[in-house]
């Protein structure tokens, strides 16, 4: 595609933070921004001068290329490797440029994994940062999330006095501990034909060896959290669990995903959609699933070389959303385009941009689409 305009400006996001959209031929890619974000991430900030970073940029103005051209130029002109010039600038430029070329829908949609109840990180009082529910027998992407939304709201009707609000991502904070959420959470889902997942995010509450649970009298050792973990899996009967584990601590992972290989057991803070990552967990057997999260890597191309890597090797990619947002809804296309059998993007506030994009998609596509399982 032929670059005819490039401009970058600030925009907020969700949390009120400033952040970067770019406008390329008149489509917009707009920048997220993580606050539990990998140690090994991509850089995700608003450029100092975002007026000599559009200057860096509109050298491509004018030129012919490919997706995967323009992404590596992007990371040319930056120079670092992992976007520490121009910031938040990368990832907006990459899904300006894609959103300005075009999408490969495929028809078989994803299963939307909802964040209900959180903590962590993005506010509320539990150590695990997301409590998510997952469909399994709705029949379209539309039904799969009115069995999300109806489970957010039933929880909410019953237990007002225990919910406080809304976290960074639009879940319900509580007053509850981790485990007598998950036994609130619990009798909802079940008649709902849903299943419950956990982002434990545990490098957040991770210092010195120790894991520091909330709701546990002393701090676990990694051994100790294997055994809490496990818990959880067989008394909630988890079918997803997001670092478990510190995101540097391959092993325990590995040990984990040996025990349950009927549980998909994701990697987020452990891979960053990087593919280098990704292989040394494949290496070492360390979870069977993983979080795609195109800032986290930088640029769509790379993503889609991770999620390439990851389906060959039977990880199964889940695309997200991440706590700071925008009503970019590029993930949503990418998720149709890559065919990731899930993607977790909330279900409530800024983030039904992109859930209603899949609606919308899911109504304009012809039959036979279908709801991937
Ligand atoms: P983040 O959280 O965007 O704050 O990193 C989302 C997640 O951990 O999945
Ligand atoms: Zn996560």
Not at 216 to 241: A, G, N, T
Not at 290 to 311: D, H, M, R, S, Y
Not at 344 to 353: C, H, L, V
């Amino acid at each position: 595609m032929k670059i005819e305009s490039l401009e970058l400006r600030e925009i907020i996001d969700s949390r009120t933070k400033p952040t970067v959209e770019a406008e390329i031929n008149g489509e917009y890619g707009k920048a997220p921004s993580g606050a539990s974000t990998g140690e090994h991430e991509a850089k995700c900030f608003l450029p100092e001068n975002l007026e000599d970073t559009e200057d860096l940029l509109q050298n491509l103005e004018g030129k012919d290329l490919t997706q995967e051209e323009f992404d590596d130029r992007l990371k040319k002109l930056d120079e670092t490797g992992d976007f520490s010039r121009i910031g938040a600038a990368g990832i907006a430029s990459s899904f300006a440029f894609k959103q300005a070329s075009s999408f490969e829908h495929s028809k078989k949609f994803p299963l939307p994994l909802s964040n209900i109840i959180g903590g962590g990180e993005h506010g509320g009082n539990t150590s695990i940062q997301e409590f998510l529910v997952l469909p399994v027998n709705a029949e379209t992407f539309p039904e799969d999330l009115k069995t999300n939304t109806a489970i957010y709201q039933e929880l909410k009707e019953k237990y007002p006095r225990k919910v406080q609000g809304m976290n960074d991502e639009g879940a319900l904070i509580t007053t509850m501990n981790d485990e007598k959420t998950l036994r609130a959470l619990k009798k909802v889902p079940d008649k709902h034909d849903a299943r419950i997942g956990l982002d434990v995010a545990a490098s957040e509450f991770y210092e010195d060896g120790k894991y520091n649970v909330s709701s546990m009298r002393q701090k676990l050792s990694p051994e100790d959290m294997l055994d809490f973990i496990q818990k959880l899996i067989d008394q909630f009967e988890l079918i997803y669990v997001e670092d478990p584990f510190d995101e540097e601590d391959f092993r325990m992972h590995s040990k984990l995903t040996k025990k349950n290989p009927e549980v998909m057991i994701c990697g987020d803070d452990l891979f960053t959609t990087d593919k280098e990552r990704l292989q040394e967990g494949i290496d070492n057997g360390s979870c069977n699933s993983l979080i795609i999260k195109p800032n986290q890597i930088g640029t769509v191309t790379e993503a889609k070389q991770t999620v390439e890597l990851a389906k060959e090797q039977d990880y199964t990619p889940v695309i997200s959303h991440r706590s700071g947002e925008t009503c970019d809804p590029t993930i949503s296309d990418l998720a149709l385009e890559w065919e990731t059998p899930i993607i977790k993007a909330g279900i409530s506030d800024i983030r039904i941009a992109k859930l209603n994009r899949l609606i919308r998609l899911w109504d304009q596509t012809e039959e036979p689409k279908i709801n991937k399982r």
